[in-house]
């Protein structure tokens, strides 16, 4: 066992693997079908991602195992949690209601009354899905240059611009966009808005692979702002705002992203063992070693995701993390093809559906060569030494 699974981390796990058990069948059901999720709202696996990223006092019913209850505030729990929904299906794990991102984004500078009107809607007894708008369709990886803009209108602001690749927008009833008040880096906002906002427009965009993530583009034509939407506007310093939250929370969800390709390549080399129990020399070898990759990855980010648990946020390990979980998932189904053939490509759907869904990690919470510059800087200054 890893040193930093306590008993408290493992009755987790195997509470949520239990739950994860009957996900793959409904994965590839949202996979046809992105908006499939609403048949299956009634699972626990739905309750428990509601659970574990909402705090337990505005919840009726927490995720409570033995004696422990569970919520957000530990990104090692949410990391293997994601980890055994993901093994179960990373797609159906991505399109459930809940706070995702955008919690962490109203966490990191929302006040109390904008934390506490945010959770009280999420937990209400409607499902609401929330997005987290910060990438935009001309400037992708350059986030500090977004183009959004948020103008000065009367006692408010007018919003205007666009979004795209935006996990579950054209679905959500709320989430945080991220846009630009003033020039430069500093002068970024997160505005939490409402999706039937006037001017609020957004449509699912269609993908080969991770269906389930429900990526839209969304306009804002001169949507409506109140100085209350924006986060942090009465506690904050402008320059502690925006940018300050999209940051904090990337760093926070990376070790999640790493559980989820963690999952979905461990459910990759489950499926390869069943298929071929009896894997014999080079085949076998190839199989553990992407097992010991696996183990050593998994290690890897539960002390990445401890570390940010302690307050020690150190970047280039986060993005070493989030890198290597995204090759292996790769790896893993690029392995898939060679031992069992390429035909099961084909022939085989959820082997289909894992080689698509892989391709996704890449490019989410930052592309791999964004994650790469960071590592560098870790290694020009001598702290990235794992
Ligand atoms: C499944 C999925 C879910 C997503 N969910 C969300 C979401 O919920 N919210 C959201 O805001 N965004 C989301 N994204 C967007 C994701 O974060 C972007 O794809 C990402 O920011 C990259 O932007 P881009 O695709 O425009 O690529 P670009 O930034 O245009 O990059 C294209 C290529 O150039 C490389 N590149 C770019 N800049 C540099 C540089 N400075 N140095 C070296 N190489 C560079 C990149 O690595 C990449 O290979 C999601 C994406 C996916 C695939």
């Known amino acids: 066992m890893d040193e930093v699974i306590t008993p408290r981390i493992e009755a987790l796990r195997a509470h949520v693997r239990e739950a994860a058990a009957d996900l793959r069948a409904i994965g590839l059901e949202i996979d046809r079908d992105p908006t499939a999720i609403d048949r299956w709202l009634h699972l626990p696996a739905v309750d428990i991602m509601r659970a574990c990223t909402v705090p337990e006092q505005y919840l009726t019913n927490p995720l409570r195992i033995g004696r422990d209850t569970y919520d957000i505030r530990s990104c090692l729990e949410h990391a293997v949690t994601i980890e055994e929904l993901s093994y179960g299906d990373a797609g159906f794990m991505l399109s459930c209601p809940g706070p995702l991102m955008s919690g962490a984004a109203v966490d990191a500078l929302g006040d109390e009354k904008q934390r506490d009107a945010y959770y009280r809607r999420i937990a209400g007894p409607e499902p609401t899905w929330t997005f987290f708008g910060l990438t935009e369709p001309a400037k992708g990886s350059a986030a500090t240059e977004l183009e959004t803009a948020l103008v000065p209108d009367g006692d408010g602001f007018r919003l205007t611009g666009r979004k795209r690749y935006v996990g579950n927008a054209a679905f959500a009833q709320l989430g945080v966009v991220f846009c630009r008040r003033a020039p430069g880096p500093l002068g970024i906002e997160a505005v939490l808005l409402d999706t039937d906002s006037p001017g609020f427009h957004a449509e699912l965009i269609e993908t080969v692979g991770l269906r389930g993530a429900r990526i839209s583009a969304i306009s804002f034509e001169e949507v409506r702002v109140e100085r209350s939407q924006i986060l942090g506007y009465e506690t904050l310093k402008p320059t502690r705002r925006g940018l300050v939250g999209a940051i904090r929370t990337l ?55 401890e ?33 069992l053939g390429p035909a099961a490509l084909l022939d085989d759907p959820l082997l289909n559906k894992l080689y698509r869904d892989a391709r996704a990690f890449e490019f989410m919470e930052g592309t791999g060569h964004i994650q790469r510059l960071a590592v560098f800087q870790g290694v020009l200054k001598g702290t990235f030494l794992d």
């Not at 979980?325 to 898939?336: G, Y």
Request: hydrophobic content about 45%.
């Open 251 to 305: 760093q926070r969800f990376r070790p999640v992203l790493a559980g989820t390709a963690l999952g979905l390549s461990r459910a990759v080399l489950d499926h390869i063992g069943s298929r071929r129990p009896g894997l014999a020399g080079t085949a076998r070898l190839r199989l553990e070693e992407a097992r010991d990759r696996l183990a050593a990855t998994r290690a890897r980010n539960y002390r990445v995701a």
């Open 307 to 339: 570390a940010i648990d302690a307050g020690q946020v150190r970047l280039d390990r986060i993005a070493g993390v989030k890198t290597r979980a995204a090759e292996l998932a790769e790896h893993c189904t690029l392995l898939a093809a060679d031992l």
